[in-house]
């Protein structure tokens, strides 16, 4: 894939960029070490004191660079903003909490007494130079959730950004810069997914997190294997949303639609599959499906648009692929299946709507990356509970319900890494974020996310000698 701005609502390509050569990256890589022997020995508060200037940098830098996102991967303007906001959001919150997070633990001298200590602490030290493999669907939010813990945390980052955003990746690597950061702290490598496997067997690199695909992830995470090193993978997802008999049905069709199609549909964590109680089921379907209806697809430039283009005419394939493989097979559109006829360039779909879904069907399995939904009928708790889990993914997963016996049987069977009940799976900076089965391993924010990239160091003292001899 070529390292280029495409404006995914035109198809012009309106800047390209060479991918760095071997002395370079080299360079990088020298600068990065020699930024973690000093980073690694800072303090928090001057740590805190960066990423704060960073953030308050960005939420300057709010509209230009919501701009930049719009161009180079079509999302809405409006959630472009919104993404920027949420970041330095993030970022305040990690300079804030970070040295809590991470402060020495001291367990019990009794104990610990049997050990022959006299007393011993936990540390979280850095660990190093850590790569990021990131994804262009939110080229900010994937870079920050990972970049304001790591940094915090005493480690150095160099991020292998995805190649259709790379304007984006630029401007982080300008933007820690700015702050303050001495060099070699946050450097973006423009670098196309081929050069990845050189850059995470240098020994200098200590660690991998990478979100993104399946495929991606496996072979990341394999190379990594091989070198004994520690990664941290948050793939894809096809996460249910559940709507039982007791919902209220009005707000869980509206709040369904944002699910869906939140980021173009282009999201990890969208709601992909709905499952239906059969009671609710045509009541929530004629809501779901106007409110899918309604929305307004066009120009992401635009405040007043709810749906851009896909980003890339490779991802619209797809999804079309998929939807034509269900209708092929008996599933009935509601809404879409199609390309909207107003436009004449971009890579826009219409928000969609199928049920009648089978197992048979490619979508039951598959990511549907793209404003497309799949909407199941239940006849009671044990079916919505067996169909949610009925994927590869584990991500997240919602559950709209006032029965507290079936909050406790969802918090309990679902297999995924978060629960949302009567709303829509968001992340948070004090909330852990990641999956289970394919959807990956690890954990990003909150306590759970930046002592991933920590050696958790155990401290041992043995017994004092007397003083008095
Ligand atoms: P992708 O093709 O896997 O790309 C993600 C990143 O991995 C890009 O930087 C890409 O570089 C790089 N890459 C691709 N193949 C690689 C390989 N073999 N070795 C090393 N690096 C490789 O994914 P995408 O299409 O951009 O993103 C969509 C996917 O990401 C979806 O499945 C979505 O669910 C998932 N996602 C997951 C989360 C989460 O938190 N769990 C969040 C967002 C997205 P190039 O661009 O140069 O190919």
């Known amino acids: 894939m070529p390292i280029a701005t495409v404006n995914p609502a035109t198809g012009e390509t309106l800047r390209t960029f060479d991918a760095l050569g071997p002395d370079e990256i080299e360079r990088r890589l020298a600068l990065a070490v020699t930024a973690f022997q000093k980073h690694r020995t800072t303090e928090f508060g001057e740590r805190a004191e960066l990423l704060d200037r960073a953030a308050s940098l960005l939420e300057e830098d709010q509209h230009s660079i919501a701009r930049t996102m719009t161009t180079e991967m079509g999302k809405p ?6 993404e920027a906001a949420k970041c330095a959001k993030a970022m305040h ?6 040295e809590r997070l991470l402060a020495d633990e001291n367990p019990s001298t009794v104990d610990v007494r049997d050990s022959g200590a006299s007393r011993a602490s936990v540390h979280y030290r850095p660990l190093g130079v850590v ?7 939110f ?11 790591a940094l915090m945390a005493g480690n150095v980052g160099l991020l292998k950004h995805a190649s259709n955003v790379p304007q984006t990746a630029l401007y982080l690597e300008e933007l820690f810069r700015r702050a303050g950061y001495p060099e070699g702290c946050f450097q973006t490598l423009l670098i196309g997914s081929g050069a990845v496997e050189g850059v995470l067997r240098d020994r200098r690199v200590a660690a991998a997190t990478l979100t993104g695909s399946e495929p991606a992830g496996r ?3 394999a190379i990594a294997g091989d070198e004994v090193k520690k990664t941290v993978l948050e793939l894809g997802g096809s996460d249910p949303f559940v709507v039982m008999s007791s919902a209220d049905i009005e707000r869980a069709a509206q709040t369904a639609v944002t699910a869906r199609v939140q980021n173009n549909g282009q999201s990890c964590i969208a709601a992909k599959r709905f499952i239906v109680h059969a009671d609710v089921y045509e009541d929530f379907c004629e809501r779901f499906t106007a409110g899918m209806r309604k929305l307004t697809v ?17 991802g619209r394939a797809d999804l079309e692929e998929l939807v034509d493989d269900a209708l092929r097979l008996g599933a009935t559109a509601r809404c879409g299946a199609q390309r909207p006829e107003k436009f004449d360039q971009g890579w826009y779909y219409e928000p969609t709507v199928l049920v009648d879904v089978k197992p048979e069907m490619r979508i039951h399995h598959e990511e549907a990356f793209g404003p497309v939904a799949t909407v199941y009928r239940v006849a009671d708790v044990d079916e919505a509970v067996s169909l949610a889990n009925d994927t590869p993914f584990g991500l997240s997963s919602n559950v709209w319900t006032r029965d507290d016996a079936e909050v406790s049987r969802f918090t309990r069977d679902l297999e995924a890494g978060g ?9 948070h900076p004090a909330l852990p974020f990641g999956g289970v089965k394919r959807s990956g391993y690890g954990r990003e924010l909150s306590g759970h996310g930046i002592r991933e990239f920590c050696n958790i160091t155990t401290v041992w003292h043995g017994a004092e000698p007397s003083a008095s001899r």
């Open 139 to 149: 080229p900010l939010w994937q870079v920050v959730r990972f970049a304001a813990p």
């Open 419 to 427: 629960v949302f009940f009567n709303g829509m799976t968001a992340s």
């Open 298 to 314: 066009g120009d992401p430039m635009q405040d007043s648009t709810d749906i851009g283009p896909l980003s890339t005419a490779q």
């Open 77 to 82: 303007i409006t959630a472009a903003r919104a």
């Open 131 to 137: 790569l990021a493999v990131m994804p262009w669907n």
């Open 219 to 221: 072979s990341v995470a």
């Open 93 to 98: 919150w990690y300079a804030a909490h970070a």
